[in-house]
Every structure is written in C-alpha cells, then in structure tokens.
C-alpha cells in the first residue's frame, strides 16, 4: 500500500496523475525535513466536510479542507486530510484558477499543516501561501 493514498467519501471523484501527484506531495514533506509514514487524501462533499467540521472543530461553517495530524513521533507525517471538492469547484471559479490548480494547491496546504504551517495570522497565512506557491511551482506535471 502505498504511503499516500486517495478515497472518495459520498462523492464520485477521481483524481488525475495520482503517482505524479504522490511523488509531487512526499517532495514537498521531505524538503521539509520530514518522513512520510502515512497520508489519506479523502475527497467528499460540503456536507461531509461540514459535519467533520462541526463535530471535530465545533465551527459551523463550509471550508475547503480539514487536516487530522495523527502523528505520534516527532518528524514522522501520519494524517488525514477531507477536501470539499464542491468547495474546489466554487473556489476555482471565485478566484480564477481551474479546478486542477485550486485542488493542487488544497492538497498541498493540507500538507504544509501537517509539516508545521499555520494559517491564523495575517503574517502566517502569507507564509503559507508563499510556500505553496513554491510548491506548486514544482510540479512537474499540470492536469
């Protein structure tokens, strides 16, 4: 099995280049200095993300993507990350990418979490943002 795996949560998704985008993501967490030990991208709906979100974070609120850090040892990545891709789709639009670019740069966000980046202050959300634009400029694959 490997370290990254992709599931689709009461939504019908497929995801394109998945070796590519594997290889593209443990990259990213090894340029980071960490071992990649496990990492489940799950793709489902607002309503799925919703509940996850209220249940766990107590927020009732839409939102993109939700990651679970379940890693026990220090450097090691074990996680879990849900992707609204409704919300992939209305973002792309809103923002003026394709949808393959703002899933892209989700995934990786997801990612950038679970290596330490924070996205709750103006300074830390720029941070991030500056690292996934790094990263997405290393794909070596687009679609």
């Not at 309503?47 to 209220?54: C, V």
């Amino acid at each position: 099995m490997p370290a990254i795996s992709f599931f689709e949560e009461d939504i019908n998704y497929k995801l394109k280049n998945k070796a590519l985008v594997r290889q593209w993501i443990k990259d990213t967490i090894v340029a980071e200095g960490f071992k990649l030990k496990e990492l489940n991208y799950i793709f489902c709906s607002d309503a799925y993300l919703l509940t996850l979100n209220q249940q766990y974070l107590d927020h009732d609120t839409y939102t993109d993507i939700i990651t679970f850090d379940n890693s026990e040892v220090e450097g090691n990545i074990v996680g879990d990350i849900f992707i609204s891709i409704e919300r992939i789709r209305e973002n792309a639009i809103k923002f003026g990418h394709s949808e393959t670019e703002e899933l892209h740069r989700v995934i990786i966000h997801g990612a950038l979490h679970l290596v330490g980046y924070t996205d709750k202050s103006v300074v830390t959300k720029k941070k991030m943002t500056q690292k996934e634009d790094e990263y997405l400029a290393k794909r070596s694959f687009i679609g």
